[in-house]
């Protein structure tokens, strides 16, 4: 079950990044989540797990950000691509920017991703793998089907709307 809460806490800590983020460069769109119910950003759960997973593989640093650099980018791309093909949506677009590959990765945040590996891997994750051995494990299972229910609702939404908008339920409309 340490995965599943390596899983939500990056998907999380990846949601305050996107806001942080968001309300730094005055972007207009300041909601950043990607579930209808909780404020989860999954790209960043998936690429920090594989980054995670892929650290002890290699040796140092430079592993670390090679391969933590592309396991980001990776999993930047395969979601991209699963949200824009299999639901008909975006939550990001880098088109305008250079070495952009069809607007869901390109080279300046792949170097973001690369740097934020190492800040991963040798400061943010060991304080999470204390914190999450602190997590009773009967709490894994409810976790869980709450977690898969959000996604698999989520995705229906997405995919009948085509926006993402359909995930701002908590908004008012005016």
Do not use: Q
């Not at 204390?130 to 229906?156: E, F, K, M």
């Amino acid at each position: 079950m340490r995965w599943l809460w390596y899983f939500i806490i990056y998907s999380f800590a990846g949601f305050l990044l996107e806001v942080a983020f968001a309300r730094a460069i005055r972007h207009p769109k300041r909601d950043r989540k990607c579930l209808l119910l909780l404020p989860l950003c999954p790209v960043y759960g998936l690429g920090a797990c594989l980054i995670v997973w892929l650290a002890p593989m290699g040796n140092g640093p430079l592993w670390v950000a090679l391969s933590g650099g592309l396991a980001a980018t990776g999993a930047e791309l395969i979601m991209g691509a699963f949200y824009r093909f299999a639901l008909g949506v975006e939550f990001w677009d880098y088109s305008g920017m250079p070495g952009s590959l069809g607007g869901l990765v390109c080279p300046v945040f792949s170097a973001c991703w690369t740097a934020l590996s190492l800040l991963l891997v040798y400061a943010v994750h060991p304080l999470t793998a204390a914190l999450t051995a602190l997590i009773p494990a009967w709490l894994g299972p409810p976790a869980l089907i709450v977690l898969n229910a959000d996604i698999l609702v989520s995705c229906v939404a997405l995919r009948r709307t085509g926006t993402t908008e359909v995930l701002r339920w908590y908004a008012p409309d005016w």
